[in-house]
């Protein structure tokens, strides 16, 4: 999977999202308290993609609501393969095995994780569009965490990110941002943003919080040394038919 290298991609992975869930709101900073990053901020938001390539492999959680279901995501997503191995389950329950990259999204009936994959045998793989489900926008968002150099500062501040409060996660205090949406709201909103990053003082993020609609996933991410296979590499999404959910 070709590295992705625009300066850009947290304002376009944010603005994906606002298109893709818009509407809705996160009960978080009180809006009076909110404020533009400033340089030395926008700086560590700048990191947080290529801190997570130079991490290599994460462990991520994920918890939404989905049509009243509880719907829970656990696994890795390797930056250095680009490529995620999880399972996910709805009321506790698991379901589905799902490997996934920036591109494709692979999945197979299982109720546990095991190891990762190392090939697709059994499997069906389509292409991953984050307009089709609220998991498809989470494995979107987690395959874009990972860069291998940082952003540009000051698209980031020209996007519109903002500073939310200073929070902890788990035991690691970090700030809470918004990111970027694309610059144009006449006021500091920190709804404009699909995704909210809770980042350390290094630029690593702990956790990331996506707008699904009304609903908000959280999702975690920690330190893991586990590699999963790229074995989605060679899978040509063009070749995959286009299997978006039409709900009009």
């Not at 978080?28 to 991490?55: G, I």
């Not at 009243?68 to 709805?90: F, I, K, M, P, R």
């Not at 698209?155 to 996660?169: F, N, S, V, Y």
Request: hydrophobic share 40%; net charge negative.
């Amino acid at each position: 999977m070709t590295r992705r290298k625009a300066a850009g991609a947290l304002v376009a992975v944010t603005l994906l999202l606002t298109t893709a869930c818009s509407g809705g709101a996160e009960p978080a900073a009180e809006e009076s308290a909110v404020r533009p990053v400033t340089v030395a901020e926008s700086e560590r938001l700048a990191s947080v993609r290529f801190r997570n390539f130079d991490a290599g492999s994460r462990k991520v959680t994920a918890t939404y609501t989905d049509q009243g279901h509880e719907v829970a995501l656990e696994g890795w997503y390797d930056y250095t393969t680009h490529t995620g191995y999880g399972l996910v389950s709805a009321d506790g329950v698991p379901s589905d095995r799902v490997v996934w990259d920036g591109r494709v999204l692979a999945t197979t009936a299982g109720d546990h994780l095991g190891e990762p994959v190392t090939s697709l045998e059994g499997w069906q793989a389509g292409k991953l569009d984050a307009h089709t489900s609220p998991l498809a926008v989470v494995l979107t968002v987690l395959a874009g965490l990972g860069a291998d150099r940082p952003e540009n500062p000051l698209l980031i501040r020209q996007g519109g990110a903002l500073w939310l409060r200073e929070d902890t996660a788990g035991e690691q205090e970090v700030t809470v941002f918004a990111g970027p949406t694309d610059g144009r709201t006449d006021r500091a909103d920190p709804d404009a943003a699909g995704i909210h990053y809770w980042v350390d003082q290094n630029g690593l993020a702990h956790r990331v919080d996506v707008r699904l609609g009304k609903q908000w996933a959280e999702v975690t991410l920690e330190d893991a040394t586990l590699t999963v296979p790229a074995v989605l590499k060679d899978v040509d999404p063009s070749a995959i038919p286009d299997t978006r959910r039409n709900d009009g």
